[in-house]
T-cell receptor, first 108, second 117 residues
Framework: KQEVTQIPAALSVPEGENLVLNCSFT??????LQWFRQDPGKGLTSLLL?????REQTSGRLNASLDKSSGRSTLYIAASQPGDSATYLC???????FGQGTELSVKP | NAGVMQNPRHLVRRRGQEARLRCSPM?????VYWYRQLPEEGLKFMVY????????ESGMPKERFSAEFPKEGPSILRIQQVVRGDSAAYFC???????????????FGQGTRLTVV
């Protein structure tokens, strides 16, 4: 049974800091890994998708890496902004199993 | 290309009634996933469907809950005889088949907030 864990559960940083969110999974037989953000009371917005054959993906200030053999992914956010405050979730597919998320707060 | 559409956005039901939640996937997407989210908790997988086929329902409660994704029309999550503990946000997502092609990104709807009174 696939289990996904995200560390830390919560993170508070001052504006401008670079930060790393961690995601680990127990079964390396995945099709892909996807990072989402969720704002309070809202749905999920897709940030980055990494196929199982890829090592990383980049979009703007976001960079996600994937190491299937060790069952880990990281989401790197550069030069954080208050608008980045949200809960960040990783999910592994096919079945899209989610971690519990990291609640990020970026202070002005 | 419209995104994933869920309706209704808010649904209030009395205990014992039935709740029907609808999810229209993005055009070209053949796979649908349903999740439940309780306040301050993560997304709990419920069921994973392909058109006319349930791929994995290991997260669905054994009683009162059912899901379908017919050949035509939206996917439906049905909750019979609702109880207060069913109150939650229910999200669906859609994707192309995860084993085929380069772009297998999943997209989420805005959710249906079910309140049982």
């Amino acid at each position: 049974k696939q289990e996904v864990t995200q560390i830390p559960a919560a993170l508070s940083v001052p504006e401008g800091e670079n930060l790393v969110l961690n995601c680990s999974f127990t079964d390396s037989a995945i099709y892909n890994l996807q990072w989402f953000r969720q704002d309070p009371g809202k749905g999920l917005t897709s940030l980055l998708l990494i196929q199982s054959s890829q090592r990383e993906q980049t979009s703007g200030r976001l960079n996600a890496s994937l190491d299937k053999s060790s069952g880990r992914s990281t989401l790197y956010i550069a030069a954080s902004q208050p608008g980045d405050s949200a809960t960040y979730l990783c999910a592994v597919g096919g079945k899209l199993i989610f971690g519990q998320g990291t609640e990020l707060s970026v202070k002005p | 290309n419209a995104g994933v559409m869920q309706n209704p956005r808010h649904l209030v039901r009395r205990r014992g009634q039935e709740a029907r939640l609808r999810c229209s996937p993005m055009k070209g997407h053949s796979h649908v996933y349903w999740y439940r989210q309780l306040p301050e908790e993560g997304l709990k997988f419920m069921v994973y469907l392909q058109k006319e086929n349930i791929i994995d329902e290991s997260g669905m409660p054994k009683e009162r809950f059912s899901a379908e994704f017919p050949k035509e029309g939206p996917s439906i999550l049905r909750i019979q005889q609702v109880v207060r503990g069913d109150s939650a946000a229910y999200f669906c997502a859609s994707s192309p088949s995860p084993g085929q092609g380069a772009n297998t990104e999943a997209f989420f709807g805005q959710g249906t907030r079910l309140t049982v009174v």
